[in-house]
């Protein structure tokens, strides 16, 4: 194992800027730095994801390492202590915008996977990383196209998960409630419907909801993040309509339709009032940096995976292999095996280096211990998996 090449690239990576539709410049290094790892085969989706490809011996197995390469934005700069794109190592550390949220995971899988090409002859089957675009305002939509293309019989997710392997995660719905009324002066609210006030009772309801609750993923969640009337800003006029917005954290077996209606019950439950109101999940539109556009209906479903199956079994293993002590756990958060494990129904597990609450924070950092032991763990899952 080279370590500085992995930690030079994992800076590199960090370095470079890649606001979600914005990651051209950062896909373009990682194709270049494929290549120069002896991947088999390297593509560039319609999207604008990468995709590099290590074939061994005939036959056998396929897996997919999935790392997305987009991040969100800084936030205050001076709350930082080190410059965000600086890649600055202190203390065994790299500090920077995306290095546990992903960028050290996909340093690990490119330096580690690009390893195995070097040992075509130790493995039967193929395996690919794929540095997918636009997670972080669409799971799921950048992976899709290296699925399509790869049919892969495994995936492996580099999110955060404190080197435990991750056997699942809660879904998420972004969620829509809109509360129509009558506009009517001010002077006058008696002739008017207060949408506002209409929606508080709604709001209040909502709280008082009974949600299901999973023996290994915990309980689903209710919350509200955004709330607005119209017209804004209100001038002398009774609000006509107001709308909320809530994040809807769901179990596996939840359905779309059943979160809608669960909801929409909730509402009609209201005594006080006949309220109108519509629920609704939100639909979004995005342009990747290829100028392909998409079309992202914002629920993405809850996944788990039983630790007896033959992926966890062979993951632990090779776990077990680089020095790690192999444990099993489950994300909190929503990741782009949302779209493998149901989607495709593509067994899926979560391996990555760092913790999950390092991501979407100030001061973000990688240990470069974990970095490097992520790329062995990479490299012997996939010998564990593939082994002749």
Same mark, same amino acid.
């Given at each position: ?31 270049? !730095?494929?290549?120069n790892?002896? @991947?088999?085969? /390297? ?6 994801? *990468?995709?590099?490809?290590? %074939? #061994? ?7 997919l ?25 202190v203390?065994?550390r ?9 960028k ?13 090409s ?7 089957g ?21 699925i !399509?293309?790869?049919?892969?019989? @495994?995936?492996? /997710? ?6 435990? *392997?991750?056997?699942?995660? %809660? #879904? ?8 129509s ?13 207060n ?35 119209f ?28 979160v ?20 609704k ?12 556009k ?11 995976i039983?630790?007896?199956?033959f ?9 077990e292999?680089t020095g ?23 067994p899926?597990i ?14 973000e950092?990688?240990?470069?211990e ?9 490299k012997?899952i ?5 082994k002749?």
């Amino acid at each position: 194992m080279n370590k500085e090449r992995t930690i030079n690239l994992c800076r590199r990576l960090v370095a470079t800027e890649s606001l979600s539709c914005e990651e051209k410049k950062i896909a373009d290094i990682i194709s270049e !730095e494929m290549r120069n790892f002896g @991947f088999d085969e /390297i593509r560039r989706d319609k999207l604008g994801g *990468i995709l590099g490809i290590v %074939r #061994g011996c005939s036959g056998g197995k396929r897996i997919l390492f999935d790392a997305h390469i987009d991040h969100i934005g800084i936030g205050s700069k001076d709350k930082w202590s080190y410059e965000p794109y600086g890649a600055r190592v202190v203390n065994g550390r790299i500090y920077g915008r995306g290095t546990s949220d992903m960028k050290g995971s996909l340093a690990a899988m490119i330096s580690g996977i690009g390893s195995l090409s070097r040992m075509k002859d130790k493995f039967c089957g193929e395996v690919a990383v794929s540095a997918s675009v636009m997670e972080e305002v669409a799971e799921g939509v950048g992976l899709a196209p290296n699925i !399509e293309y790869f049919n892969p019989d @495994f995936v492996i /997710i580099g999110e955060s998960s404190d080197l435990k *392997i991750a056997c699942g995660q %809660r #879904g998420r719905a972004e969620i829509e409630v809109s509360v129509s009324g009558k506009s009517a002066h001010s002077s006058s609210p008696e002739i008017g419907i207060n949408a506002v006030e209409d929606m508080m009772m709604v709001v209040n309801r909502l709280k008082k909801i009974k949600l299901p609750e999973d023996n290994i993923l915990g309980k689903a969640h209710l919350v509200l993040t955004d709330i607005i009337s119209f017209p804004y800003p209100a001038q002398s006029v009774v609000p006509h309509l107001c709308r909320a917005t809530y994040d809807r954290r769901t179990l596996p077996d939840e359905t779309e339709e059943g979160v809608i209606k669960g909801l929409i019950s909730e509402i009609r439950s209201i005594k006080e009032k006949s309220i109108d109101a519509k629920v609704k999940i939100v639909d979004s539109e995005y342009r990747s940096y290829t100028g392909e556009k998409i079309k992202f209906h914002k629920f993405i479903p809850a996944w788990k995976i039983n630790i007896d199956n033959f992926l966890v079994k062979k993951a632990l293993q090779g776990i077990e292999k680089t020095g790690i002590n192999p444990q099993v756990g489950y994300y909190s958060f929503c990741t782009n095996g949302s779209y493998s494990a149901v989607n495709c129904k593509i067994p899926t597990i979560g391996f990555g280096p760092s913790k999950e609450n390092l991501a979407h924070r100030e001061n973000e950092y990688i240990e470069i211990e974990r970095l490097l032991l992520s790329e062995q763990a990479y490299k012997n899952i996939t010998l564990s998996l593939l082994k002749i």
